[in-house]
């Protein structure tokens, strides 16, 4: 199994940028999220889905876009790309157990290191 | 103030020590606790989870959790050089399965 995969693993843009970053989960997870990793500041959620059509958003929203047509993949949009978005991007999925331990198991990706010149 | 702090080290120590590795938060109603490994430019790896108060092992790690203190805390025994990584401690609410709150992490390094 492939696990959570992500593309591309590094990029740069220029401020004002479109780019997407793209996330696919072979595991058959319902739920998928992205998280941003900054220093001193921790993994912070982005959005989440938690199935096909349904996204939510977490912590820090705003700049971002997602949709989910599919269980596989859940990508992230950047639609302007700001020097503040510069950050390394994890994507992470899990499936759904409720109530239990097992419900907050997250498998991550390896990232991908956006920097916005 | 950041509901879960946690000390960003670097914390070195020799081949062999005994390592502790500790978290602190605010909000009561946690109940479900974490620990995930890091690796350098890798993607984070769940290692170690607790439900509520009590210890927990699993070979050289031990994960403890303090709720009246709102302590936890990673034990590692017998460290090697592989163990050389950012450690991040995870927590989240009962019942609320889709969010997870993350300590910043402490980088530790092993040395031989």
């Known amino acids: 199994n492939a696990g959570v995969t992500q593309t591309p693993k590094f990029q740069v843009l220029k401020t004002g940028q479109s780019m997407t970053l793209q996330c696919a989960q072979d595991m058959n997870h319902e739920y998928m999220s992205w998280y941003r990793q900054d220093p001193g500041m921790g993994l912070r959620l982005i959005h989440y889905s938690v199935g096909a059509g349904i996204t939510d958003q977490g912590e820090v929203p705003n700049g971002y876009n997602v949709s989910r047509s599919t269980t596989e993949d859940f990508p992230l949009r950047l639609l302007s790309a700001a020097p503040s978005q510069t950050s390394v991007y994890f994507c992470?999925?899990?499936?759904?157990?409720?109530?239990?331990?097992?419900?907050?198991?997250?498998?991550f990706g390896a990232g991908s290191r956006l920097t916005v010149l | 103030q950041k509901e879960v702090e946690q000390d960003p080290g670097p914390l070195s120590v020799p081949e062999g020590a005994i390592v502790s590795l500790n978290c602190t938060y605010s909000?009561?109603?946690?109940?479900?606790f974490m620990w995930y490994r890091q690796y350098s430019r890798k993607g984070p790896e769940l290692l170690m989870y607790?439900?509520?108060?009590g210890n927990k092992e699993d070979g050289r790690f031990t994960a403890q959790v303090d709720k009246s203190s709102k302590y936890i805390s990673l034990f590692i025994r017998d460290s090697q050089p592989s163990d050389s990584a950012t450690y991040l401690c995870?927590?989240?609410?009962?019942?609320?399965?889709?969010?997870?709150?993350f300590g910043t992490g402490t980088r530790l390094q092993v040395t031989l």
């Open positions: 992470a999925s899990r499936g759904f157990s409720h109530g239990t331990i097992r419900a907050n198991v997250l498998t």
């Open positions: 607790t439900y509520s108060s």
């Open positions: 995870a927590m989240s609410f009962t019942g609320t399965a889709s969010k997870l709150t």
């Open positions: 909000n009561s109603a946690f109940q479900y």
